[in-house]
């Protein structure tokens, strides 16, 4: 999350218990503690905050959110709307719970939806978490009727709600939703070696208004390529290739936001990320049919970060 955040230009924190009480009784600043882990960040962006102390309470958060809000006069996340912190129980959890089938009723249904400012909605595809933590993926035929019903209360409540984020519904295999999570859930930890655009990256996008990645799982037959560039010096050269010169490209190195609404809204397997501390050395990646494909896109993408064509 921090390195997807920093790639947008985001303020990012993580906070634990001891922190949030600091700020809550006045002790620290939420602002200070921003600015120290995300130095060059957008102040006209919203922050993001998360916490990584599960025993942080759900009162104590409510406190730490409404301060924040009052800081920032920003939205801060699906962390920003308090109602959406609310876990729920489903009125017929505990006939279900009390009488699991042998059909693996005593196993539940992972769903993250991720929501941008203007309404794009995309979905991972359904996981089922067994008795013994493990996952896999839910094939659909044998479970239609009943997803059918929680995927279309799920993008309901986005949608109502105007969700801007992630987050994760656990829903029974009769259909009942028994309660929603936000954070580090096991859709967040399978996203990041199964899916094409992980649920970090997700939520940062929807943060800054980008164009939503794919969310589909990978498919074997996927052609997979990578480059590390640096941008300076492919500018310098496509430059001398050309005969002409970008003028505004340290602006671009500041904030890439319009050549990755223009990339991502192409192609939504398209990766970029950055190395280390510099503003200019990215790591792009794309996935495609086949290796010409990925090579016509990676070139174009190459371009377009170093300013042309914009």
Known sequence: MRFHAKALGIGYIALDNEDAKLIINGNGSLHQMIEAGSPSYDPHRPPLVTTIDSSIRKETMKSLIAMSQKTFQLPLSLQGNLELLETFESPHVADSQEAPSESGRDSLLAITIVRSPHGQLALWPVLEILPNGSLRPVELPS?????????????????????????????????????????????????????????????????????????????????????????????????????????????LFIDPTRPFLHLFARNPKLKVSYLGESINKVKIAVYASSESEARAELEHAKDFMAGFDL
């Not at 009942?176 to 399978?190: D, H, K, N, Q, V």
């Not at 992980?198 to 390529?225: C, K, N």
Request: aromatic share 6%.
């Open 143 to 251: 479970f239609t009727a009943n997803l059918d019903l929680i995927l279309e209360r799920i993008q309901s409540f986005a949608g109502e709600k105007k969700l801007v984020g992630a987050l994760t519904f656990l829903a029974s295999h009769q259909g009942e939703i028994l309660r929603r999570e936000w954070g580090l859930t096991p859709i967040s930890l399978w996203s990041e070696h199964s899916s094409h655009t992980t649920v970090a990256e997700q939520m940062v996008r929807a943060l800054v208004d980008l164009p939503l990645g794919q969310t589909q799982s990978i498919a074997e037959d996927e052609f997979y390529l990578e480059e590390i560039v640096d941008l300076d010096e492919h500018a310098r050269r496509t430059s001398e290739r050309l005969g002409r010169e970008i003028s505004n490209l340290a602006e």
